[in-house]
């Protein structure tokens, strides 16, 4: 399935989904060190953002998030990509100083679509994200 999204962040990449149906502050729920998500509270507990596309609906919180987005990439463990409803500052920061691509405003609710464990082909070129159902 192909969707159309907004390039913020450019690149061309593929990989696994990690989605998180909930909001993500980069301060507080993500360890910069080992990329895991480390809010109790959070669906995606103990997961790991590295080398995932992270799908989540938007981040929220403190400026200092930015911050946290490029550390997941000086210390190795970020995301390949980060797909969002509707990037806000502190994303759109943060993916630009890590230099990870980030998309938004899909043009399908690829949130009721989308899964952890499917794949995703992102190329901003092209203005399109791919979706290919894990097999269950």
Do not use: H, W
Request: proline share 6%; aromatic share 6%.
């Amino acid at each position: 399935m192909e969707i159309g999204i907004r390039p913020i962040v450019e690149g061309k990449v593929t990989g696994s989904v990690l989605f998180s149906p909930d909001p993500i502050s980069f301060l507080g729920d993500v360890d910069s060190k080992t990329g895991k998500i480390i809010d109790s509270e959070s669906p995606i507990y103990g997961k790991s953002l590295k080398d995932t596309i992270f799908v989540f609906p938007r981040g929220r919180g403190s400026t200092v998030g930015s911050y946290i987005i490029y550390g997941l990439k000086v210390n190795n463990v970020s995301p390949l990509a980060l797909v969002t409803e509707e990037a806000e500052t502190i994303v759109i920061a943060g993916a630009i100083l890590a230099d990870i691509p980030l998309v938004d405003l899909p043009d399908k609710d690829l949130f009721s679509m989308v899964e952890t464990g499917d794949t995703i082909t992102i190329d901003t070129s092209e203005k399109t994200l791919k979706i290919q159902k894990r097999k269950k």
